[in-house]
């Protein structure tokens, strides 16, 4: 459904992901992971068609990832993207123009589960309340795949769980999503696959169960051998 | 639920229901949540929860009735062999433990009555 061949993208010298390949099925729930500067945000801004591949393409359904695909993709990057003047209210209609698969009725419900309420400032927000909005108003979309970057930064646990709920809500057997976090614990029990992403490569992506199953391991003990020492540098 | 990440997950879930059938808290023919919805209770991937249930089918604890969902199997015999299945598992645990420590198997049970008759007195 959603595929990166040989994707690489260099910003100068520098180069921030360097030839993954990774083909990524609906109907799972990934965790891609690995420290800051792995390449997670911008494997994910180039699926999301925010950032044009340097070379190496990336696909959605066989085609490449233009105006097309923003339709059934709901990315939400890590920093907030909202006007100062917007309320939550605003931020709702401001979605709901631009995505056909938008529902303010789900993104009040989730605004109210996120003890969020509409006429709230986003200038006045906290990060965990930032963080709160962009996922309600993320998940109010039904879109095929959705890509979170980094949506458990600056989130107290009791806010998490309610953040979990909705994610797990919004997944299905006609669903991709995609999460990115350096809180490996939090995605433990909730992706089916893990994906490393290692110094701009794919060190390897592990269905979790099987990496309990046949290697006594988990997805953070895993993480420790990738990055941690001893790990294959 | 608190989960041992190293153990998968899906076994864990199933340790769970089957303990809910053991003390009664599900009686046979209860009727399950859906995968989706155990998906959501227990905070874990919806394949997961569906692997949950093909196993508990697969072992007989459990039946799907097409498109009305997972029930706790109506078998008394089979529900009395979970009993003893788990019965059974925690015992070798107990008693490897123990003998890994050093126990004579006069000083096991000698303990075991011990601690069986304190916890009987504290329950009346």
């Not at chain 1, 993207?81 to 917007?86: C, G, L, P, R």
Request: proline share 3%; charged share 25%.
């Amino acid at each position: 459904m959603l595929e990166s061949r040989e994707l690489t993208k260099k910003y100068g010298s520098k180069t921030a992901v360097d030839h993954v390949s990774i083909s990524l099925e609906p109907g799972h729930i990934y965790a891609m992971l690995g420290p800051n500067g792995s390449g997670k945000t911008t494997w994910m801004k180039m699926a999301g068609g925010l950032v044009k591949p340097t070379s190496g393409e990336i696909l959605y359904n066989g085609a490449p990832i233009g105006i097309n695909s923003k339709r059934d993709i709901a990315y939400m990057s890590t920093e907030p993207y909202f006007y100062n003047w917007m309320t939550a209210k605003d931020v709702g209609k401001y979605y709901q123009d631009f995505f056909a698969d938008f529902s303010m009725e789900r993104y009040h419900e989730l605004l109210e589960r996120m003890e969020l309420t509409p006429d709230l400032k986003t200038k006045a927000l906290s990060s965990g309340m930032m963080a709160k909005l962009k996922i309600a108003v993320t998940m109010a979309r039904d879109a095929r795949v959705y890509l979170l970057d980094e949506p458990l930064n600056g989130i107290d646990l009791l806010a998490r769980d309610e953040i979990m709920r909705s994610i797990l809500q919004s997944s299905g057997s006609d669903k991709l999503l995609l999460i990115s976090s350096h809180l490996v614990e939090e995605l433990e029990t909730i992706a089916d696959y893990a994906i490393f992403l290692k110094q701009s490569h794919l060190i390897e992506i592990v269905a979790t169960d099987t990496l309990r199953e046949e290697q006594g391991k988990s997805v953070a003990d895993r993480y420790r051998e990738i990055y941690g020492h001893g790990g294959e540098n | 639920m608190k989960y041992d990440n190293a153990i998968p997950i899906y076994l864990q879930v199933i340790r769970v229901i089957e303990r809910d059938i053991v003390t009664g808290r599900l009686a046979p023919g209860d009727k399950l949540p859906s995968a989706r919805d155990l998906a959501l209770v227990h905070g874990i991937n919806p394949n997961t929860a569906a692997r949950v249930y093909r196993e508990l089918e697969q072992s007989g604890v459990c039946f799907t009735r097409r498109g009305l969902g997972t029930f706790v199997t109506e078998d008394e015999g089979r529900i009395r062999a979970l009993h003893e299945e788990m019965a059974d598992d925690i015992v070798s645990r107990f008693v490897s433990e123990i003998m890994e420590i050093g126990m004579t198997r006069e000083e096991t049970i000698s303990l075991l009555e011990k601690r069986i008759e304190s916890c009987s007195k504290a329950e009346n």
